[in-house]
């Protein structure tokens, strides 16, 4: 898949980064600078404590910093976990600067691997945390009925520990199922050969998250 080489137009576009389960916002450095190409984004890394808060805690903190930002455009971008983080925010709030979403990996109608490991681990709950407990566990079907377009990046190389906790019997990215990650309402949704990490790593996610935010669809 080629670069956009197209120029900015204008100034960079805002856009906020958030990190998935049992990260800090470190392993975010590579997609950024990625995202950052050819300078039509500005990236603000978003971090949160991923186990010991609930979700209503992560969701109140991303608005918060939301409404710090003095743009007049606001995209955001969230890998598995956070993708959640994101859209339960933009499911409270329509005075946000306008722009789109982008969630990659995101388990939006549960996840069969949080539910083995909550099963199968006599602590499983207590290191998946709160929030995964309640959208991916104790979880009801997703829909997006917000004005925003969001798009779906999700993985099917196999690759991960998520198929020691379930039986992951279709297309996956190693931990989450690409059913898992449909979300009706979305604009668009693309399956891209990487694993639920390597999405972080991955030039094609990348440029493909970089395209729907500049044209709110996936480029084929």
Known sequence: MANDSKQP??????TVLV???????????VLKHRLEAGGQLRVLPFTYPTVSGSMSDHVRKLLDF?????????????????GLVILRALQLTDDLPPGRAVLLGTPLQGSKAAQGVARILPFGKAILGAAVHAECIDCVPNEWRGHRDVGVIAGSMGLGLGRLFADLNADHDGTVLVEETKLPGAKDHIIVSTSHTGMLFSTEVAEQARWFLRTGSFRR
């Open 19 to 29: 990190h998935g389960l049992w990260m800090s916002g470190f392993q975010l450095q």
């Open 66 to 82: 939301a409404h710090a930002q003095d743009v007049g455009e606001l995209h955001f971008v969230g890998h598995s976990l956070g």
């Open 9 to 14: 137009d204008g100034p960079p576009a805002t």
